[in-house]
Protein backbone atom coordinates (compact mmCIF):
# COMPACT_ATOMS: atom_id res chain seq x y z
CA UNK A 1 0.00 0.00 0.00
CA UNK A 2 2.53 2.31 0.96
CA UNK A 3 6.11 2.04 -0.28
CA UNK A 4 9.14 4.24 0.74
CA UNK A 5 12.19 4.36 -1.47
CA UNK A 6 15.52 4.99 -0.09
CA UNK A 7 14.15 8.24 1.11
CA UNK A 8 16.60 10.54 2.36
CA UNK A 9 15.38 13.71 3.81
CA UNK A 10 17.53 17.59 4.99
CA UNK A 11 17.23 20.02 7.07
CA UNK A 12 19.62 22.68 5.74
CA UNK A 13 23.13 20.35 5.63
CA UNK A 14 21.43 18.04 8.28
CA UNK A 15 20.64 14.96 6.76
CA UNK A 16 17.82 13.76 9.22
CA UNK A 17 16.61 10.55 7.40
CA UNK A 18 19.70 9.06 5.51
CA UNK A 19 18.02 6.96 2.28
CA UNK A 20 15.14 4.38 4.42
CA UNK A 21 13.52 2.07 2.85
CA UNK A 22 10.16 0.51 3.91
CA UNK A 23 6.73 -0.87 3.12
CA UNK A 24 3.02 -1.13 4.12
CA UNK A 25 1.11 -3.55 3.57
CA UNK A 26 -2.94 -3.49 3.24
CA UNK A 27 -4.45 -4.23 6.37
CA UNK A 28 -1.23 -4.10 8.39
CA UNK A 29 0.11 -2.06 11.62
CA UNK A 30 3.86 -1.29 10.86
CA UNK A 31 5.31 0.58 13.54
CA UNK A 32 8.75 3.19 13.44
CA UNK A 33 10.42 2.90 16.45
CA UNK A 34 13.80 4.61 17.90
CA UNK A 35 14.65 7.60 19.98
CA UNK A 36 14.49 10.94 19.72
CA UNK A 37 16.39 12.22 16.54
CA UNK A 38 16.07 8.96 14.98
CA UNK A 39 13.99 10.33 11.54
CA UNK A 40 10.21 8.84 12.66
CA UNK A 41 8.92 11.94 12.84
CA UNK A 42 10.45 13.29 9.65
CA UNK A 43 9.64 10.23 8.01
CA UNK A 44 5.92 11.01 8.61
CA UNK A 45 5.94 14.65 7.74
CA UNK A 46 7.74 13.56 4.30
CA UNK A 47 4.94 11.20 3.36
CA UNK A 48 2.52 14.12 4.35
CA UNK A 49 4.26 16.20 1.83
CA UNK A 50 4.89 18.62 4.56
CA UNK A 51 8.75 18.23 3.80
CA UNK A 52 10.21 17.39 0.71
CA UNK A 53 12.61 14.30 0.34
CA UNK A 54 16.19 15.09 -1.26
CA UNK A 55 16.32 11.69 -2.82
CA UNK A 56 14.10 8.75 -2.76
CA UNK A 57 10.29 8.18 -4.05
CA UNK A 58 7.09 7.80 -1.74
CA UNK A 59 4.55 5.55 -3.25
CA UNK A 60 0.88 5.11 -3.00
CA UNK A 61 -1.22 2.67 -3.83
CA UNK A 62 1.37 2.15 -6.68
CA UNK A 63 1.42 6.00 -7.73
CA UNK A 64 4.20 8.48 -6.40
CA UNK A 65 3.12 11.30 -3.92
CA UNK A 66 6.49 12.61 -2.77
CA UNK A 67 5.46 16.09 -5.11
CA UNK A 68 2.02 15.97 -4.24
CA UNK A 69 0.83 19.34 -2.35
CA UNK A 70 0.48 18.54 1.64
CA UNK A 71 -3.18 19.68 1.36
CA UNK A 72 -4.06 17.31 -1.26
CA UNK A 73 -2.22 14.29 0.82
CA UNK A 74 -5.36 13.48 2.58
CA UNK A 75 -7.76 13.44 -0.88
CA UNK A 76 -5.21 10.21 -1.52
CA UNK A 77 -6.77 8.08 1.21
CA UNK A 78 -3.65 9.31 4.05
CA UNK A 79 -4.46 10.75 7.42
CA UNK A 80 -1.55 11.91 9.74
CA UNK A 81 -1.81 12.90 13.30
CA UNK A 82 1.15 14.58 14.19
CA UNK A 83 3.29 14.55 17.34
CA UNK A 84 2.29 16.55 20.09
CA UNK A 85 -1.69 15.91 18.65
CA UNK A 86 -1.72 19.47 17.27
CA UNK A 87 -5.35 20.23 17.85
CA UNK A 88 -6.77 23.84 16.80
CA UNK A 89 -6.53 24.44 20.33
CA UNK A 90 -9.30 27.62 20.40
CA UNK A 91 -11.80 25.27 17.92
CA UNK A 92 -14.08 23.15 19.69
CA UNK A 93 -14.33 19.62 19.56
CA UNK A 94 -17.06 20.15 16.62
CA UNK A 95 -14.94 21.82 14.58
CA UNK A 96 -11.20 20.06 14.66
CA UNK A 97 -13.55 16.91 13.88
CA UNK A 98 -15.26 18.83 11.10
CA UNK A 99 -12.27 19.59 10.29
CA UNK A 100 -10.52 16.45 9.89
CA UNK A 101 -13.21 16.25 7.32
CA UNK A 102 -12.48 19.27 5.40
CA UNK A 103 -11.83 17.63 2.16
CA UNK A 104 -15.49 15.96 1.97
CA UNK A 105 -18.51 17.45 0.72
CA UNK A 106 -21.18 14.58 1.62
CA UNK A 107 -22.98 16.03 4.41
CA UNK A 108 -24.89 12.87 5.44
CA UNK A 109 -21.73 11.04 5.78
CA UNK A 110 -20.03 13.73 8.16
CA UNK A 111 -22.75 13.72 10.16
CA UNK A 112 -22.53 9.74 10.67
CA UNK A 113 -19.12 9.74 11.04
CA UNK A 114 -19.41 12.49 13.42
CA UNK A 115 -21.67 10.25 15.43
CA UNK A 116 -19.47 7.14 15.31
CA UNK A 117 -16.56 9.19 16.40
CA UNK A 118 -19.04 10.61 19.79
CA UNK A 119 -19.97 6.79 20.07
CA UNK A 120 -16.37 5.59 20.30
CA UNK A 121 -15.18 8.36 22.84
CA UNK A 122 -17.95 9.63 24.74
CA UNK A 123 -16.07 12.32 26.64
CA UNK A 124 -15.79 13.78 23.53
CA UNK A 125 -19.61 13.75 22.21
CA UNK A 126 -20.82 14.95 25.81
CA UNK A 127 -17.95 18.12 25.62
CA UNK A 128 -18.12 19.11 22.42
CA UNK A 129 -18.96 22.33 22.28
CA UNK A 130 -15.99 23.59 24.59
CA UNK A 131 -12.61 23.90 23.05
CA UNK A 132 -10.02 21.20 22.10
CA UNK A 133 -7.49 23.26 24.15
CA UNK A 134 -9.48 22.70 27.51
CA UNK A 135 -9.24 18.97 27.41
CA UNK A 136 -6.56 16.60 29.04
CA UNK A 137 -3.97 14.99 27.41
CA UNK A 138 -5.72 11.87 27.15
CA UNK A 139 -8.88 13.31 25.71
CA UNK A 140 -6.78 15.52 23.10
CA UNK A 141 -4.92 12.52 21.75
CA UNK A 142 -8.52 10.99 21.57
CA UNK A 143 -9.89 13.62 19.65
CA UNK A 144 -6.42 13.49 17.21
CA UNK A 145 -7.35 9.93 16.24
CA UNK A 146 -11.09 10.72 15.76
CA UNK A 147 -10.12 13.79 13.45
CA UNK A 148 -7.84 11.90 11.42
CA UNK A 149 -9.96 9.05 11.10
CA UNK A 150 -12.48 11.73 9.95
CA UNK A 151 -11.32 12.10 6.53
CA UNK A 152 -12.02 7.77 5.93
CA UNK A 153 -8.41 7.12 5.24
CA UNK A 154 -7.41 3.66 4.16
CA UNK A 155 -3.48 4.86 5.50
CA UNK A 156 -3.97 6.32 8.85
CA UNK A 157 -0.63 7.74 10.15
CA UNK A 158 -0.06 8.19 14.42
CA UNK A 159 2.93 9.95 15.75
CA UNK A 160 3.65 9.22 19.09
CA UNK A 161 0.50 8.63 20.28
CA UNK A 162 1.37 7.57 24.17
CA UNK A 163 3.29 10.91 24.00
CA UNK A 164 2.65 12.11 27.77
CA UNK A 165 -0.18 9.49 28.96
CA UNK A 166 -0.27 7.39 31.87
CA UNK A 167 -0.11 4.47 31.14
CA UNK A 168 -3.73 3.32 31.34
CA UNK A 169 -4.50 6.24 29.17
CA UNK A 170 -1.72 5.18 26.64
CA UNK A 171 -3.58 1.35 27.03
CA UNK A 172 -6.85 3.06 26.14
CA UNK A 173 -5.09 4.33 23.20
CA UNK A 174 -3.48 1.08 22.28
CA UNK A 175 -6.43 -0.44 22.30
CA UNK A 176 -7.95 2.10 20.42
CA UNK A 177 -5.26 1.94 17.26
CA UNK A 178 -6.41 -2.05 17.56
CA UNK A 179 -9.56 -1.53 16.90
CA UNK A 180 -9.51 0.50 14.08
CA UNK A 181 -7.00 -2.09 12.84
CA UNK A 182 -9.71 -4.64 12.98
CA UNK A 183 -12.38 -1.92 11.84
CA UNK A 184 -9.97 -2.29 8.13
CA UNK A 185 -7.28 0.62 8.75
CA UNK A 186 -4.24 0.31 8.13
CA UNK A 187 -1.69 1.85 10.42
CA UNK A 188 2.00 3.54 10.46
CA UNK A 189 2.67 4.24 13.61
CA UNK A 190 5.46 5.91 15.00
CA UNK A 191 6.28 5.20 18.99
CA UNK A 192 9.21 5.43 21.60
CA UNK A 193 7.05 2.73 23.86
CA UNK A 194 8.40 0.17 21.79
CA UNK A 195 6.83 -2.42 24.20
CA UNK A 196 3.19 -1.39 23.77
CA UNK A 197 4.03 -0.65 19.51
CA UNK A 198 5.20 -4.04 19.04
CA UNK A 199 2.85 -5.95 21.29
CA UNK A 200 0.14 -4.56 17.83
CA UNK A 201 2.13 -4.25 14.82
CA UNK A 202 2.58 -6.52 11.70
CA UNK A 203 5.86 -5.26 11.60
CA UNK A 204 8.78 -2.89 12.75
CA UNK A 205 11.54 -0.93 11.98
CA UNK A 206 13.85 0.63 14.17
CA UNK A 207 15.23 4.07 13.16
CA UNK A 208 18.82 4.63 14.24
CA UNK A 209 20.00 8.12 13.24
CA UNK A 210 18.35 8.36 10.42
CA UNK A 211 19.07 4.71 9.04
CA UNK A 212 16.91 1.71 9.72
CA UNK A 213 19.12 -0.64 11.24
CA UNK A 214 16.47 -3.19 12.34
CA UNK A 215 13.13 -4.44 10.89
CA UNK A 216 11.50 -7.59 11.50
CA UNK A 217 7.54 -9.22 12.44
CA UNK A 218 6.79 -7.23 15.85
CA UNK A 219 6.70 -10.27 17.64
CA UNK A 220 10.44 -11.20 16.51
CA UNK A 221 11.15 -7.47 17.90
CA UNK A 222 9.96 -8.35 21.48
CA UNK A 223 12.06 -11.26 21.65
CA UNK A 224 15.40 -9.04 20.04
CA UNK A 225 18.30 -8.64 22.18
CA UNK A 226 19.13 -5.52 21.26
CA UNK A 227 15.73 -4.12 21.16
CA UNK A 228 15.30 -5.37 24.43
CA UNK A 229 18.41 -4.10 25.51
CA UNK A 230 18.07 -0.68 24.11
CA UNK A 231 14.43 0.07 23.97
CA UNK A 232 12.66 -1.83 26.52
CA UNK A 233 14.99 -1.50 28.69
CA UNK A 234 15.82 -5.05 29.45
CA UNK A 235 18.95 -6.62 30.46
CA UNK B 1 -25.43 66.72 28.14
CA UNK B 2 -26.17 67.15 24.43
CA UNK B 3 -22.77 67.93 23.72
CA UNK B 4 -21.80 64.83 25.71
CA UNK B 5 -24.38 62.75 23.29
CA UNK B 6 -23.07 64.86 20.04
CA UNK B 7 -20.08 63.93 20.94
CA UNK B 8 -20.49 60.36 21.59
CA UNK B 9 -22.16 59.92 17.83
CA UNK B 10 -19.28 61.53 16.11
CA UNK B 11 -16.92 59.27 18.00
CA UNK B 12 -18.92 56.20 17.00
CA UNK B 13 -19.45 57.15 13.71
CA UNK B 14 -15.24 58.13 13.21
CA UNK B 15 -14.54 54.70 15.53
CA UNK B 16 -16.63 52.93 12.89
CA UNK B 17 -14.80 53.85 10.34
CA UNK B 18 -11.69 53.04 11.89
CA UNK B 19 -12.76 49.87 12.70
CA UNK B 20 -13.88 48.69 9.44
CA UNK B 21 -10.11 49.44 8.15
CA UNK B 22 -8.68 47.54 11.34
CA UNK B 23 -10.51 44.65 10.58
CA UNK B 24 -7.97 44.15 7.86
CA UNK B 25 -5.09 44.44 9.85
CA UNK B 26 -6.26 42.45 12.35
CA UNK B 27 -7.41 39.18 10.00
CA UNK B 28 -4.33 39.20 8.17
CA UNK B 29 -2.20 39.68 11.59
CA UNK B 30 -4.16 36.82 12.75
CA UNK B 31 -3.41 34.01 10.01
CA UNK B 32 0.43 35.44 8.99
CA UNK B 33 1.36 37.32 11.75
CA UNK B 34 2.17 40.08 9.55
CA UNK B 35 1.16 43.90 9.71
CA UNK B 36 0.23 44.44 6.50
CA UNK B 37 1.70 48.56 6.73
CA UNK B 38 -0.23 48.82 3.33
CA UNK B 39 -3.23 48.08 4.20
CA UNK B 40 -3.61 52.15 4.51
CA UNK B 41 -3.51 52.17 0.91
CA UNK B 42 -5.71 49.19 -0.05
CA UNK B 43 -8.25 51.87 1.91
CA UNK B 44 -7.08 54.53 0.11
CA UNK B 45 -7.66 52.17 -3.66
CA UNK B 46 -11.07 51.42 -2.40
CA UNK B 47 -12.04 55.12 -1.97
CA UNK B 48 -10.43 55.87 -5.58
CA UNK B 49 -12.11 52.21 -6.96
CA UNK B 50 -15.43 53.78 -5.88
CA UNK B 51 -15.00 57.14 -7.74
CA UNK B 52 -13.72 55.88 -10.56
CA UNK B 53 -16.63 53.48 -10.89
CA UNK B 54 -18.80 57.19 -10.44
CA UNK B 55 -16.60 58.55 -13.28
CA UNK B 56 -17.27 55.34 -15.69
CA UNK B 57 -20.49 54.98 -14.56
CA UNK B 58 -21.04 58.88 -16.75
CA UNK B 59 -20.52 61.03 -13.55
CA UNK B 60 -24.46 61.09 -12.57
CA UNK B 61 -25.31 64.05 -10.89
CA UNK B 62 -28.64 65.81 -9.31
CA UNK B 63 -30.34 62.48 -9.31
CA UNK B 64 -33.33 61.15 -7.24
CA UNK B 65 -32.67 59.41 -3.83
CA UNK B 66 -34.02 56.42 -5.31
CA UNK B 67 -31.67 56.26 -8.24
CA UNK B 68 -28.68 57.19 -5.97
CA UNK B 69 -29.11 55.23 -3.01
CA UNK B 70 -30.39 52.81 -4.66
CA UNK B 71 -28.03 52.20 -7.49
CA UNK B 72 -25.27 54.56 -7.96
CA UNK B 73 -23.98 54.07 -4.27
CA UNK B 74 -24.08 50.16 -4.69
CA UNK B 75 -22.49 50.56 -7.52
CA UNK B 76 -19.72 52.84 -5.89
CA UNK B 77 -19.88 50.20 -3.13
CA UNK B 78 -18.88 47.55 -5.56
CA UNK B 79 -16.59 49.04 -7.34
CA UNK B 80 -14.28 49.76 -4.55
CA UNK B 81 -14.35 46.42 -3.31
CA UNK B 82 -13.34 44.69 -6.47
CA UNK B 83 -10.22 47.24 -6.81
CA UNK B 84 -9.53 46.85 -2.93
CA UNK B 85 -9.66 43.10 -3.01
CA UNK B 86 -7.65 43.21 -6.53
CA UNK B 87 -4.99 45.34 -4.90
CA UNK B 88 -4.98 43.18 -1.76
CA UNK B 89 -4.74 39.89 -3.75
CA UNK B 90 -1.72 40.91 -5.84
CA UNK B 91 0.22 42.61 -3.03
CA UNK B 92 0.01 38.83 -1.02
CA UNK B 93 1.04 36.91 -4.38
CA UNK B 94 3.85 39.26 -5.30
CA UNK B 95 5.27 41.08 -2.51
CA UNK B 96 4.28 38.85 0.63
CA UNK B 97 3.85 35.02 -0.48
CA UNK B 98 7.38 35.26 -1.85
CA UNK B 99 9.03 36.20 1.71
CA UNK B 100 6.70 34.04 3.62
CA UNK B 101 9.69 32.24 5.22
CA UNK B 102 12.11 35.01 5.30
CA UNK B 103 13.32 37.11 8.16
CA UNK B 104 9.71 39.17 9.91
CA UNK B 105 11.84 42.40 8.65
CA UNK B 106 11.50 41.13 5.45
CA UNK B 107 7.55 41.47 4.81
CA UNK B 108 7.38 44.57 6.56
CA UNK B 109 10.04 46.57 4.50
CA UNK B 110 8.09 45.00 1.12
CA UNK B 111 4.54 46.17 2.83
CA UNK B 112 6.28 50.20 3.31
CA UNK B 113 7.32 49.88 -0.17
CA UNK B 114 4.31 48.69 -1.20
CA UNK B 115 2.43 52.00 0.99
CA UNK B 116 4.74 54.38 -0.81
CA UNK B 117 4.67 52.77 -4.60
CA UNK B 118 0.75 53.00 -4.34
CA UNK B 119 0.60 56.45 -2.99
CA UNK B 120 2.33 57.49 -5.94
CA UNK B 121 1.48 55.57 -8.61
CA UNK B 122 -1.95 56.79 -7.77
CA UNK B 123 -0.26 60.70 -7.28
CA UNK B 124 1.16 60.49 -10.63
CA UNK B 125 -0.79 58.71 -13.20
CA UNK B 126 -4.40 58.74 -11.86
CA UNK B 127 -5.35 62.11 -13.25
CA UNK B 128 -3.40 61.15 -16.31
CA UNK B 129 -6.57 59.48 -17.14
CA UNK B 130 -8.46 61.96 -19.91
CA UNK B 131 -11.27 63.22 -18.35
CA UNK B 132 -10.27 62.35 -14.99
CA UNK B 133 -9.42 64.99 -12.13
CA UNK B 134 -5.70 65.96 -10.90
CA UNK B 135 -4.99 63.16 -8.32
CA UNK B 136 -2.22 65.69 -6.56
CA UNK B 137 -4.03 67.27 -4.81
CA UNK B 138 -7.92 66.32 -2.97
CA UNK B 139 -10.45 65.48 -5.29
CA UNK B 140 -14.04 66.43 -4.20
CA UNK B 141 -15.99 62.90 -3.50
CA UNK B 142 -19.40 62.41 -5.46
CA UNK B 143 -22.69 64.39 -4.17
CA UNK B 144 -25.03 61.13 -2.84
CA UNK B 145 -28.31 62.50 -2.91
CA UNK B 146 -30.06 61.61 0.06
CA UNK B 147 -26.63 61.01 1.97
CA UNK B 148 -24.12 63.75 1.83
CA UNK B 149 -24.57 66.98 3.66
CA UNK B 150 -27.91 65.68 5.04
CA UNK B 151 -28.35 65.08 8.57
CA UNK B 152 -31.58 64.85 11.11
CA UNK B 153 -31.97 66.39 14.68
CA UNK B 154 -32.23 64.64 17.73
CA UNK B 155 -33.48 66.99 20.51
CA UNK B 156 -30.36 69.04 20.09
CA UNK B 157 -28.44 66.44 18.99
CA UNK B 158 -26.71 66.12 15.04
CA UNK B 159 -26.74 63.25 13.45
CA UNK B 160 -25.19 63.25 9.61
CA UNK B 161 -26.30 60.77 7.39
CA UNK B 162 -23.07 59.68 6.76
CA UNK B 163 -22.37 59.13 10.43
CA UNK B 164 -25.45 56.58 10.14
CA UNK B 165 -24.24 55.18 7.09
CA UNK B 166 -20.88 54.47 8.51
CA UNK B 167 -22.29 52.88 11.52
CA UNK B 168 -24.67 50.86 9.20
CA UNK B 169 -22.26 49.79 7.03
CA UNK B 170 -19.88 48.09 9.98
CA UNK B 171 -22.78 47.12 11.93
CA UNK B 172 -23.47 44.66 8.51
CA UNK B 173 -20.05 44.03 7.87
CA UNK B 174 -19.25 42.79 11.41
CA UNK B 175 -22.41 40.05 10.87
CA UNK B 176 -21.64 39.28 7.41
CA UNK B 177 -17.64 38.70 8.75
CA UNK B 178 -18.76 36.91 12.06
CA UNK B 179 -21.02 34.44 9.81
CA UNK B 180 -17.86 34.22 7.40
CA UNK B 181 -15.49 33.18 9.79
CA UNK B 182 -17.67 30.87 12.57
CA UNK B 183 -19.82 29.19 10.23
CA UNK B 184 -18.52 28.89 6.22
CA UNK B 185 -16.25 26.12 5.60
CA UNK B 186 -13.13 28.38 4.20
CA UNK B 187 -14.08 30.76 7.60
CA UNK B 188 -13.35 27.37 9.52
CA UNK B 189 -10.06 27.03 7.22
CA UNK B 190 -8.59 30.61 8.14
CA UNK B 191 -9.34 30.06 11.37
CA UNK B 192 -7.12 26.23 11.84
CA UNK B 193 -4.72 27.81 9.15
CA UNK B 194 -3.91 30.79 12.23
CA UNK B 195 -4.18 28.73 15.06
CA UNK B 196 -1.63 25.65 13.24
CA UNK B 197 -0.70 26.07 9.45
CA UNK B 198 1.26 22.63 9.05
CA UNK B 199 -1.44 20.91 10.57
CA UNK B 200 -4.30 22.59 8.68
CA UNK B 201 -2.65 21.67 5.33
CA UNK B 202 -2.93 17.95 7.39
CA UNK B 203 -6.01 18.92 7.10
CA UNK B 204 -6.51 19.06 3.56
CA UNK B 205 -6.46 22.56 3.49
CA UNK B 206 -4.75 25.11 1.20
CA UNK B 207 -3.48 27.57 3.14
CA UNK B 208 -2.47 29.93 0.11
CA UNK B 209 -5.81 30.48 -0.61
CA UNK B 210 -6.67 30.88 3.41
CA UNK B 211 -4.31 33.18 3.69
CA UNK B 212 -5.24 35.23 0.16
CA UNK B 213 -9.00 34.78 1.69
CA UNK B 214 -8.12 36.69 4.74
CA UNK B 215 -6.31 39.59 2.37
CA UNK B 216 -9.71 39.50 0.60
CA UNK B 217 -11.78 39.86 3.14
CA UNK B 218 -10.18 42.80 4.70
CA UNK B 219 -9.52 44.64 1.77
CA UNK B 220 -13.78 44.27 1.11
CA UNK B 221 -14.35 45.72 4.90
CA UNK B 222 -11.64 48.56 3.86
CA UNK B 223 -12.84 49.87 0.53
CA UNK B 224 -16.64 49.95 2.32
CA UNK B 225 -14.60 52.68 4.77
CA UNK B 226 -13.05 54.69 1.55
CA UNK B 227 -16.40 55.02 0.34
CA UNK B 228 -17.57 56.12 4.45
CA UNK B 229 -14.42 58.19 4.21
CA UNK B 230 -15.53 59.90 1.23
CA UNK B 231 -18.99 60.80 2.30
CA UNK B 232 -17.71 61.99 5.48
CA UNK B 233 -15.11 64.36 4.43
CA UNK B 234 -16.51 65.05 0.48
CA UNK B 235 -13.24 64.54 -0.77
CA UNK B 236 -10.34 61.54 -1.30
CA UNK B 237 -6.68 61.98 -1.71
CA UNK B 238 -3.92 59.94 -2.78
CA UNK B 239 -2.52 60.23 0.96
CA UNK B 240 -5.72 59.41 2.53
CA UNK B 241 -4.91 56.27 3.66
CA UNK B 242 -1.93 57.11 5.35
CA UNK B 243 -3.28 58.24 8.62
CA UNK B 244 -6.28 56.34 8.45
CA UNK B 245 -4.15 53.44 8.25
CA UNK B 246 -2.34 54.60 11.49
CA UNK B 247 -5.43 54.76 13.13
CA UNK B 248 -7.18 52.15 12.24
CA UNK B 249 -3.71 50.07 13.21
CA UNK B 250 -3.52 51.72 16.88
CA UNK B 251 -7.18 50.68 16.63
CA UNK B 252 -6.53 46.76 16.16
CA UNK B 253 -3.69 47.10 18.94
CA UNK B 254 -6.20 48.24 21.79
CA UNK B 255 -8.31 45.84 20.72
CA UNK B 256 -5.76 42.89 20.80
CA UNK B 257 -3.77 42.82 17.06
CA UNK B 258 -5.57 39.20 15.92
CA UNK B 259 -8.73 39.60 17.65
CA UNK B 260 -11.63 40.52 15.07
CA UNK B 261 -14.12 41.64 17.76
CA UNK B 262 -10.86 43.87 19.59
CA UNK B 263 -10.38 45.56 16.46
CA UNK B 264 -14.32 46.43 16.20
CA UNK B 265 -14.29 47.57 19.53
CA UNK B 266 -11.07 49.30 19.27
CA UNK B 267 -11.43 50.97 16.44
CA UNK B 268 -14.78 52.40 18.55
CA UNK B 269 -13.05 53.17 21.45
CA UNK B 270 -10.33 55.41 19.59
CA UNK B 271 -13.13 57.44 18.10
CA UNK B 272 -15.02 57.95 21.22
CA UNK B 273 -11.28 59.27 22.63
CA UNK B 274 -10.79 61.85 19.93
CA UNK B 275 -14.05 62.94 19.64
CA UNK B 276 -14.11 63.78 23.55
CA UNK B 277 -10.42 64.90 23.46
CA UNK B 278 -11.55 67.43 21.41
CA UNK B 279 -14.01 68.65 23.79
CA UNK B 280 -13.24 67.80 27.09
CA UNK B 281 -9.24 68.71 27.09
CA UNK B 282 -9.17 72.20 27.92
CA UNK B 283 -6.89 75.17 26.34
CA UNK B 284 -4.69 74.40 23.31
CA UNK B 285 -4.29 70.46 24.12
CA UNK B 286 -7.87 70.09 23.08
CA UNK B 287 -7.49 71.64 20.02
CA UNK B 288 -8.30 69.45 16.68
CA UNK B 289 -3.99 69.88 15.97
CA UNK B 290 -3.55 67.90 19.43
CA UNK B 291 -6.16 64.76 18.47
CA UNK B 292 -3.87 62.75 16.78
CA UNK B 293 -1.41 62.86 19.99
CA UNK B 294 -3.82 61.85 22.39
CA UNK B 295 -4.64 58.82 19.82
CA UNK B 296 -1.57 57.97 19.33
CA UNK B 297 -0.65 58.19 23.33
CA UNK B 298 -3.30 55.61 23.67
CA UNK B 299 -1.48 53.27 21.49
CA UNK B 300 2.01 53.89 23.34
CA UNK B 301 -0.30 53.46 27.00
CA UNK B 302 -1.45 50.15 25.52
CA UNK B 303 1.65 48.78 24.03
CA UNK B 304 2.95 49.60 27.24
CA UNK B 305 0.96 48.42 29.73
CA UNK B 306 -1.38 45.99 28.34
CA UNK B 307 -0.14 44.91 24.78
CA UNK B 308 -2.86 42.19 24.72
CA UNK B 309 -5.02 44.90 24.01
CA UNK B 310 -8.53 45.31 25.84
CA UNK B 311 -10.13 41.91 24.88
CA UNK B 312 -6.77 40.57 24.84
CA UNK B 313 -5.31 39.19 22.00
CA UNK B 314 -5.54 35.03 22.03
CA UNK B 315 -2.60 34.02 23.65
CA UNK B 316 -0.88 30.93 21.16
CA UNK B 317 -1.91 27.80 23.07
CA UNK B 318 -0.92 25.00 21.28
CA UNK B 319 -2.48 22.25 22.69
Same mark, same amino acid.
Given at each position: ??EVKDLAVS????Q?VKGISF ?17 ? =?TT??TI???LRPTSGEVL????RIDT ?36 ? $? ?9 ? $? ?29 ? $? ?21 ? =?? =???? =? ?33 G ?25 | ?? @? ?9 ? !? ?11 ? #? ?31 ? *?????? /? ?12 ? /? #? ?7 ? %? ?6 ? *? ?13 ? /? %? ?24 ? *? ?12 ? #? ?11 ? &???? !????? !? @? ?52 ? %? ?49 ? *? ?15 ? !???? @? ?5 ? &? %???? #?????
Open positions: MLYGRVATVEQGQIVSLLGTNGAGK =TLRSGLFEGKVPAHQIVTLGIAHSPEGRRLFPRMSVEDNLLLGAYTR $RDAAGIREDLD $RAYALFPVLGERRGQAAGLFSGGEQQMLAIA $RAMMSRPRLLMLDEPSMGLSPIM =TT =TIMN =TIAELKASGTTILLVEQNAQAALALSDRGYVLEVAITLSDTGAALLEDDRVRRTYLGVD | MD @LLIQQLINGLS !LGALYALIAVGYT #VVYGIVQLINFAHGEVFMMGAFGSYTTWMLMGS *PTNLSI /GVALGLVLPAMILG /G #VLVSVGTAL %LMERFAYR *PLRNAPRLAPLISAI /G %LSIGLQEAVRLFYGQIPGFPDSRRAI *PFPVIEGLTGRSIQ #VGGVTIQHSAIFT &LGAL !LICAA !L @LWWFVNKTRMGRAMQATSQDADTARLMGINVDKAIATAFAVGAALAAVAGVAHG %LRYNNIDFQMGFMAGMKAFTAAVLGGIGNINGAVVGGLVLGIVEAMATTYI *PGQFGSSAWKDVWAFAI !LILV @LVFRPQG &L %LGAK #VVDRA
